[in-house]
Every structure is written in structure tokens, then in C-alpha cells.
């Protein structure tokens, strides 16, 4: 059982993912019937387990910003919850009626576990249609009439007990007041995460790889709060060079305080592709520890950790167990203070376009986030929330982590392809890279020190000139300067991103052959 000693050596062992799925179960079975109306009040504590003897989160009053500090509850969401009164006639919100929506019902047909390919879903998958009124006519629990309507900024409470489920399954926080809150993705969240942790009035920065998610950096950018990059190697963030920049960090020479947030992307970081080991994580979560920092954990990646690369016999996973267990541990599991907040997605792992995702955080932090969301998102989309109900509820817990166990099988393959044809084409005394344990992305180090010109040209220039002969060439590549997180530093070494997400085997092979003769053409003499 995890304590306040501050020791991430103190978290327990993750239970068995079955065993916590038999335990939702009997809990739903024992509950009966979820009855959640049009914009239902709702949270996580309605749908966790037992916290017994779990310790309650640090408050965090210190790392909030004062805009943050400044919300308070939306009045006309707070008087939603007198809806559930019996014979209650309402006069008071402006919630339209369902007798006026335009649609009657909606169908799709989707995977039956676990044939999951495209094939398969045509000839043999599962039709599921949702209507209007399915909840009146005693056929579901959630329904287009409650769906298009206003909602609450915490989204459904079909969705939100899905997502609390989940979050036991796969996180299980060490501490008790943990709760979930549905976003509209990982992007908006994390804009709402910075305005909600950090503020330009107290000089605050942000603690980040030395390269970052690029759309990260551009939603701090005008916030007007500094990044600082740290080194990073093969599994991304160094601890013990982390620990130094903070130790010694003088305030009146950087003329800010010391950072008091770190955004990291553990798994398959983007861009670089490096994933954070076990150990890695405890280590840097000790550092944040030691310093008070606190942690935004950006896992859109988490379901893509696959096989080491050329290993000689993959260690296939056959059950949620087994695949569960071979995940590194989150930063939620290790957090023994509550002070990460972990942004979740389906984005990577069903479908962008949802536009639906969740966070992980301490009751504190997300009734902060969700008094911002009110006033701004509202929560996300009910067509989104009530068509990824209807599928995941389709699966249950299982399924869904089978459709992950098929998810990682095929971007092992895909990222296999992409390294065969790096391996086929890139010229290697110039070109290096490590090959990805999780994600979507392989990081291309350039050898400069050997270019013709390297002493007339700065690294930029030469960064540019490998980038538009690559576009006259006919492939696309991200620059790695896009993803500096110092931008106003020069480049202290020539890298670029490549992806495996879309493209086919045969236009990757094609693609990596053009950026291999724009990489030869430009260190010609």
C-alpha cells in the first residue's frame, strides 16, 4: 500500500486487470440500472471501488494559477441537479427539447472481439443502432434524447463511468481522491491544464524535454510562461541531469522561478519516439518529488508500447493480463502525493475525429479543470460520447483491451517497415537512430560534423536545404528545430521526425528512399 513517505519504492504491485474487471462487474451488478437523465450531476465516486486505507492527495493551493483560483461553479450547471427531483417541472435552464432534435436514430456496424480487421467488421461485425428514446423504452442506459442535449462540463455519466472504470483498471491511483473528468481530447486539456497551473504574473516556466510535442509549445507560447528543455537521452527525460538544472537554478540570471510544472510524453515522445522505463519513471517522479513539481502526464501513446525491434522471438501477450503487465507503470500509479495529472485519448487509439479524451488527477485539480471547462468546452461532444459508449459498452473492459492487444500488433508491424526501410535506404555513417518502443514516430539524427560546408552554414541552414530538397523530392519529413523546446537557442545537433501512422508499406519504402538522396545530395561536396 502506497503512504505519504514520499517513496515511489512504497507502491504497491498493479492487481490483476481481470480480477479488477470482476470486481467492476459484480459492482455494476450490485448497483443495477444507471438511471442519468439530461444534464445528470456526476463523479467519479459514484463508479470507483473501495479506497480503504488509501492516503488522500497533497492540496496543491501553491502551483494553481490565480485565473484558476478566480473560477467559480457555473450557476445554471449547479441547478441541474435538482432535474432528478420527481415531478420537478423545469423552468430554470435552457435546455431544449429532444422532441425537436433531427435525428430519430443512429446506426453502425463495428468489430466483434476479436475479429477486428476490415474484412472481418464487413462480413461478420455487430450492428448497433441508438435512438431517441431508448432509455424510456427500457432498451439502454444512455440515448440520443439525454446525448444531443446540454450536458454537464463532466460530460455523460454513462461516459464517465466507462472512463473511472478504466482508469482502475489500467492506472490504479495509490491514493483515494482521485476522479476522472471527459475532456475534448488531449489538446484542449492540456491548454487547460497550463492556463490552470501556470500563471505570466509569477513568472512561471514550464520544465519539458529538450524536444517537445510542437503544439505543446505553441499553447505555452502565448501564455506568456517560458519553457526550459532538459537533456534527454534513449528513454527520454535524464534524472539526474533534470535534478541539476534544478538544484542549481538562480533566479535573478534566468529571471524566472524555478520551474514548478513538468509536461512530459512518457510513451513513444513525440517527437523523438523515446519511452520512459519503469525505473526512469520512478526516478524522475522522485526528482519532481524533491523539487515540488508538479507533473502533466501526456500518454496518447500508453496502448502503443510494443516488441523490442529484431528481437528473435516476440514475447506475444495472449490475455488482458498479460498485456496489461507488460505496460510501464503511469506516473498516476506512481503517484503516492497526487501531483500528476494524466491526459488521456482515444484519438490515437480509435478514432481523432471523437475529439474525446479524459484526465487522471487529484478531486482538487479536476474541480478546477471542470470549473474552466464550463465556461469554455462545456465538455465534449454528446454525438462522441454517446457513439464511443455504445461501442465500448458493445466490447466491455475486455474487448477494449483486446482491440488494444490488435492496435499494438499493428503498429509493431508498421514501425517494423519503416525500419527496414531506413535500414534499406538512409546512408548509415550519416544517419542514426533508435528504434521506437512505443508510438508512432522515429527520430533521424544526422551526423553534421561530416557536412562539406559545416563551417560556412549554421545547422538551420543546412536543416532547410536537407527539408526542401526532401519536399522537391516528393516526401514530407518534420524538421527537428519544429520541436525545440527552447525555440530562441541555436541547434546543437540536425534531426528530423519520421512517422510509420499512415502511409503504406510500399510509400514508406518509396518515401524513406527520396529522404535518403535528399540526407546524400546535401553532404555532397
Known amino acids: 500500500m502506497a503512504t505519504t513517505n514520499g517513496s515511489v519504492g512504497m507502491v504497491s504491485s498493479k492487481a490483476q486487470a481481470s480480477k479488477v474487471i470482476d470486481e467492476i462487474l459484480k459492482r455494476r451488478a450490485d ?26 492527495a497533497k492540496r496543491w493551493d501553491h502551483h494553481i494559477s490565480e485565473e484558476s483560483l478566480r473560477r467559480q461553479p457555473c450557476a445554471l450547471k449547479e441547478a441541474a441537479q435538482f432535474l432528478k427531483k420527481p415531478g420537478l417541472i423545469s423552468l430554470g435552464g435552457g435546455l431544449p427539447s429532444s ?37 424510456q423504452n427500457g432498451k439502454a442506459e444512455y440515448d440520443l434524447s439525454i446525448a444531443l442535449n446540454y450536458s454537464q462540463a463532466t460530460g455523460s455519466a454513462q461516459m464517465l463511468r466507462f472512463l473511472t472504470e478504466h482508469t482502475e483498471i489500467i492506472c490504479q491511483p495509490p491514493y483515494a481522491d482521485w476522479a476522472v473528468c471527459p475532456t475534448i481530447g488531449s489538446t484542449g486539456a492540456l491548454e487547460q491544464a497550463f492556463r490552470l497551473l501556470c500563471d505570466k504574473n509569477r513568472r512561471d516556466s514550464v520544465l519539458t524535454e529538450e524536444f517537445s510535442f510542437s503544439t505543446a509549445l505553441e499553447t505555452i507560447e502565448p501564455l506568456g510562461v517560458s519553457v526550459i528543455g532538459t537533456a534527454i537521452d534513449s528513454e527520454g527525460i535524464v534524472p539526474a ?26 510513451s513513444g515522445q513525440n517527437p523523438t519516439g523515446a519511452t520512459q522505463s519503469a525505473e526512469r519513471r520512478k526516478a524522475i517522479y522522485a526528482v519532481a518529488q524533491k523539487h515540488d513539481l508538479f507533473i502533466i502526464e501526456d500518454e496518447p501513446y500508453y496502448f502503443l508500447q510494443m516488441e523490442p525491434y529484431n528481437q ?11 498485456f496489461v503487465n507488460s505496460l510501464a507503470p503511469t506516473y498516476v500509479n506512481l503517484d503516492v502525493d497526487g501531483r500528476v495529472i494524466r491526459l488521456d485519448s482515444f484519438s490515437k487509439v480509435l478514432v481523432p475525429g471523437s475529439r474525446l479524451g479524459w484526465i487522471v488527477a487529484s478531486q482538487q485539480i479536476v474541480e478546477r479543470y471542470q470549473r474552466h471547462a464550463e465556461v469554455a468546452s462545456q465538455g465534449p461532444s454528446g454525438f462522441s460520447q454517446v457513439i464511443l459508449h455504445k461501442l465500448l459498452e458493445t466490447w466491455g473492459h475486455e474487448g477494449y483491451l483486446k482491440w488494444l492487444m490488435n492496435l499494438r500488433v499493428e503498429y509493431t508491424h508498421k514501425r517494423n517497415t519503416l525500419l527496414t526501410a531506413c535500414e534499406k535506404h538512409l546512408p548509415q555513417d550519416l544517419v542514426s537512430w533508435t528504434p521506437p518502443a512505443a508510438g508512432m514516430f522515429i ?3 544526422i551526423d553534421h560534423t561530416k557536412h562539406p560546408r559545416i563551417h560556412k552554414y549554421n545547422l538551420e541552414e543546412i536543416e532547410e536545404e536537407i527539408f526542401k530538397s526532401s519536399i522537391d523530392g516528393g516526401v514530407l519529413v518534420a524538421r527537428g528545430s519544429w520541436f525545440r523546446a527552447e525555440q530562441h537557442l541555436p541547434l546543437s545537433g540536425l534531426y528530423f521526425r519520421v512517422t510509420y501512422a499512415m502511409a503504406s508499406p510500399e510509400n514508406m519504402d518509396i518515401a524513406v528512399s527520396r529522404f535518403g538522396d535528399a540526407v546524400r545530395n546535401s553532404f555532397k561536396q
Open 312 to 322: 528473435v522471438q516476440y514475447n506475444t501477450v495472449d490475455t488482458v493480463d498479460e
Open 99 to 135: 422532441k425537436v432534435f433531427p435525428f430519430a436514430e443512429l446506426g453502425m456496424k463495428i468489430p466483434a472481439v476479436p475479429k477486428f480487421s476490415e474484412q472481418d467488421t464487413m462480413q461478420a461485425g455487430v450492428t448497433k443502432t441508438i435512438g431517441k428514446y431508448d432509455v
Open 443 to 445: 527520430w533521424l539524427t
Open 31 to 56: 448497483a443495477g440500472k444507471l438511471v442519468a437523465g439530461v444534464a445528470a450531476a456526476s463523479n467519479s465516486d459514484m463508479f470507483k471501488g473501495p479506497q480503504h486505507g488509501k492516503p488522500m
Open 241 to 266: 541531469a533534470m535534478d541539476e538544472l534544478l538544484s542549481k537554478w538562480d533566479e535573478t540570471a534566468r529571471g524566472l522561478r524555478r520551474p514548478h510544472v513538468l509536461y512530459t510524453v512518457p
